[in-house]
């Protein structure tokens, strides 16, 4: 009976996630402009923080919001730039209390690349930083981190043709390696996206080496010293674009779109083995409009993907997800945005079990950003591990402990009633949410992925109403 009970709960916590959609809100009050990008959204713990390209003082600069309570609530505007020249196309990536932005500016007479960082969780914010010096265009950054280890990828001129530049720093952005040249070849390689978990870096772009635009795939296996082989992940007759790509553990999860006729339509890949083999394409919607501008986010065995979709007459946001890793995909397709004006280009990331969505939106006449949440769209990776019931209530040390990047968290709870699990840093401050709700009573594993997090001491804590205990856990990358 008891198992059948707790059937019943997974079953009801699956139907109901969907489902759970908050409103949306508009986080700006300027005018902001649209990009063709898939990272203007990053969240580490509790903190949302998102960046954007905003025209309000004439001229565009890139401004910057957080939030500090899961996106219930968020500070004002914060314009990071100042300049009469252009700023625009930013990206951002975060790892603890370490925030990363990266942008295209042409304040010095050419398009080139420029950084900025915070390492008090947004707070405050260091100098503007330029990392490119050339004669010729970059563009369009991307920016990832794991660790120490910064990673940002672009498009550039310098060889006459467009090919796909990396930087990397191993100081938390304090200092820079040189550039290095990922593509060699005559044709264009650009839409470049980029994730990195550990020690592996993995990149994903467009390109047109061999006739029409392809999506093509490069890792590095040892933090971005070195680079393995251009590889080429789609074959189709006509064009393939827009790829987005996201890391969890040794599982790669690629999106994109792919014109089929007269329409556009996402199409999904993956590796289980870090990028080293990939299973067979599937195509993840299928209507006679456009589907495009595809971003994904994965965390644990659940997959999420946002994207622009005209099915309805006029672009809107729509959502579908995988919650088995990506063998599967739920049929249902979630539309997030119901307005007679443009919802464009969506950016996804998840914390805990809350799901975060920004985009575009020109329904009050000019472009702004919107966000929406769903509190509990993410299934937390939490399984019951015995039928018997507990004496009583317990929190077992973490094992693998040191770990990296994954650990396994045991509890029993001996009656049914409200759990949290939560991680802090040794600062005290709160890191992941990764259970909040009602379990029946039984004993319980979770596996806990801190690909997020930089090395360090962590504790982890789990309440209920009769029941506090706190544990210590070590990671190392």
Same mark, same amino acid.
């Given at each position: 009976?008891?198992?059948?009970?707790?059937?019943?709960?997974?079953?009801?916590?699956?139907?109901?996630?969907?489902?759970?959609?908050?409103?949306?809100?508009?986080?700006?009050?300027?005018?902001?402009?649209?990009?063709?990008?898939?990272?203007?959204?990053?969240?580490?713990?509790?903190?949302?923080?998102?960046?954007?390209?905003?025209?309000?003082?004439?001229?565009?600069?890139?401004?910057?919001?957080?939030?500090?309570?899961?996106?219930?609530?968020?500070?004002?505007?914060?314009?990071?730039?100042?300049?009469?020249?252009?700023?625009?196309?930013?990206?951002?990536?975060?790892?603890?209390?370490?925030?990363?932005?990266?942008?295209?500016?042409?304040?010095?007479?050419?398009?080139?690349?420029?950084?900025?960082?915070?390492?008090?969780?947004?707070?405050?914010?260091?100098?503007?930083?330029?990392?490119?010096?050339?004669?010729? #265009?970059?563009?369009?950054? !991307?920016?990832?981190?794991?660790?120490? *280890?910064?990673?940002?990828? $672009? %498009?550039? +001129?310098?060889n006459g043709n467009p090919e796909i530049y990396y930087k990397r720093s191993t100081n938390n952005g304090s200092g820079w390696e040189p550039d290095f040249r990922l593509t060699q070849d005559p044709n264009i390689s650009e839409r470049v996206s980029m994730f990195s978990s550990g020690s592996f870096v993995h990149t994903v772009w467009q390109d047109t080496r061999d006739g029409n635009y392809e999506i093509y795939y490069k890792r590095s296996t040892n933090g971005g010293v070195s680079w393995d082989a251009v590889?080429?992940?789609?074959?189709?007759?006509?064009?393939?674009?827009?790829?987005?790509?996201?890391?969890?553990?040794?599982?790669?999860?690629?999106?994109?779109?792919?014109?089929? #006729?007269?329409?556009?339509? !996402?199409?999904?890949?993956?590796?289980? *083995?870090?990028?080293?083999? $990939? %299973?067979? +394409?599937?195509?993840?919607?299928?209507?006679?409009?456009?589907?495009?501008?595809?971003?994904?986010?994965?965390?644990?065995?659940?997959?999420?993907?946002?994207?622009?979709?005209?099915?309805?007459?006029?672009?809107?946001?729509?959502?579908?997800?995988?919650?088995?890793?990506?063998?599967?995909?739920?049929?249902?397709?979630?539309?997030?945005?119901?307005?007679?004006?443009?919802?464009?280009?969506?950016?996804?990331?998840?914390?805990?079990?809350?799901?975060?969505?920004?985009?575009?939106?020109?329904?009050?006449?000019?472009?702004?950003?919107?966000?929406?949440?769903?509190?509990?769209?993410?299934?937390?990776?939490?399984?019951?591990?015995?039928?018997?019931?507990?004496?009583?209530?317990?929190?077992?040390?973490?094992?693998?402990?040191?770990?990296?990047?994954?650990?396994?968290?045991?509890?029993?709870?001996?009656?049914?009633?409200?759990?949290?699990?939560?991680?802090?840093?040794?600062?005290?401050?709160?890191?992941?949410?990764?259970?909040?709700?009602?379990?029946?009573?039984?004993?319980?594993?979770?596996?806990?992925?801190?690909?997020?997090?930089?090395?360090?001491?962590?504790?982890?804590?789990?309440?209920?109403?009769?029941?506090?205990?706190?544990?210590?856990?070590?990671?190392?990358?």
């Open positions: 009976m008891k198992k059948f009970i707790f059937t019943l709960i997974i079953l009801f916590y699956a139907f109901t996630a969907e489902a759970q959609w908050e409103n949306e809100y508009n986080l700006t009050g300027g005018s902001s402009s649209p990009m063709v990008k898939n990272n203007t959204i990053a969240a580490s713990g509790t903190n949302i923080y998102v960046v954007w390209e905003d025209h309000r003082d004439g001229n565009p600069e890139i401004y910057y919001k957080r939030s500090t309570d899961s996106g219930l609530n968020w500070d004002a505007d914060t314009r990071l730039t100042n300049d009469p020249g252009n700023s625009a196309v930013p990206a951002i990536t975060v790892v603890g209390t370490f925030v990363h932005i990266a942008w295209v500016d042409n304040r010095n007479g050419n398009a080139e690349i420029y950084y900025k960082r915070s390492t008090n969780s947004g707070a405050t914010w260091e100098a503007v930083v330029r990392l490119t010096n050339d004669a010729a #265009g970059s563009y369009s950054p !991307v920016i990832t981190a794991s660790g120490n *280890n910064v990673n940002i990828a $672009w %498009e550039d +001129e310098r590889s080429r992940l789609t074959n189709g007759i006509e064009i393939s674009q827009v790829a987005s790509i996201s890391v969890t553990g040794q599982s790669v999860h690629i999106v994109w779109e792919e014109f089929l #006729g007269n329409n556009q339509e !996402v199409y999904y890949i993956r590796s289980t *083995n870090n990028g080293a083999n $990939w %299973e067979p +394409e599937i195509r993840l919607t299928n209507n006679t409009a456009d589907s495009q501008y595809p971003a994904i986010f994965s965390a644990g065995s659940s997959i999420h993907i946002v994207w622009e979709d005209y099915r309805e007459g006029n672009p809107e946001i729509f959502y579908k997800r995988s919650t088995d890793g990506g063998a599967t995909w739920n049929n249902t397709v979630t539309r997030l945005t119901n307005d007679p004006a443009v919802s464009r280009t969506p950016s996804v990331w998840v914390t805990g079990s809350a799901l975060h969505v920004v985009w575009f939106d020109y329904r009050l006449g000019n472009c702004e950003v919107f966000y929406r949440r769903n509190s509990s769209g993410n299934p937390v990776s939490i399984t019951e591990i015995t039928s018997e019931i507990p004496s009583e209530f317990s929190l077992s040390q973490n094992y693998p402990n040191p770990f990296n990047p994954v650990t396994n968290i045991k509890f029993s709870i001996p009656k049914s009633g409200l759990v949290k699990l939560t991680v802090y840093d040794a600062a005290g401050r709160e890191t992941a949410a990764l259970f909040n709700g009602v379990l029946s009573a039984g004993a319980y594993n979770y596996d806990f992925d801190a690909s997020q997090l930089t090395s360090g001491i962590y504790f982890y804590k789990l309440e209920t109403n009769e029941f506090t205990q706190t544990k210590k856990m070590v990671l190392i990358k």
